[in-house]
Nanobody, 129 residues
Framework: QLQVVESGGGLVQPGGSLRLSCAAS????????????VAWFRQAPGKEREGVSC????????AYADSVKGRFTISRDNAKNTVYLQMNNLIPEDTAVYYC??????????????????WGQGTQVTVSS
């Protein structure tokens, strides 16, 4: 059973940057986070949860929502069991609670929430002047 904890959210002005971190614990010995598909989702007030970015090593697949392409970058440090989301050129529409998610399966279409087994509690990102 993995535990997932996000950090790094906060208040930032439009055009600014933030880096979110997602620490996973409980990874079985002998494997690393690279065994799993990882993703970031977000949910703004009054809106449905949407996929932001995902990385599925089994398919060699990294995907981004159209709204964040060119601005956000997902990465991972498998030795630290940590996933990152670098967010640049933030806009007010990026305001949301951001969630980290981890799946035991791999998929070519990894921005689908139902495939994920483990979720963090979320971290708030607010973009405002």
């Amino acid at each position: 059973q993995l535990q997932v904890v996000e950090s790094g959210g906060g208040l930032v002005q439009p055009g600014g940057s933030l880096r979110l971190s997602c620490a996973a614990s409980g990874v079985p010995s002998g494997i690393t986070l690279n065994y799993y598909t990882v993703a970031w989702f977000r949910q703004a007030p009054g809106k449905e949860r949407e996929g932001v970015s995902c990385d599925s090593p089994g398919y060699g697949r990294t995907a981004y929502a159209d709204s964040v392409k060119g601005r956000f970058t997902i990465s991972r440090d498998n030795a630290k069991n940590t996933v990152y989301l670098q967010m640049n050129n933030l806009i007010p529409e990026d305001t949301a609670v951001y969630y980290c998610a981890i799946a035991r399966i791999h998929s070519n279409g990894c921005l689908v929430a139902r495939m994920y087994d483990y979720w963090g509690q979320g971290t708030q990102v607010t973009v405002s002047s």
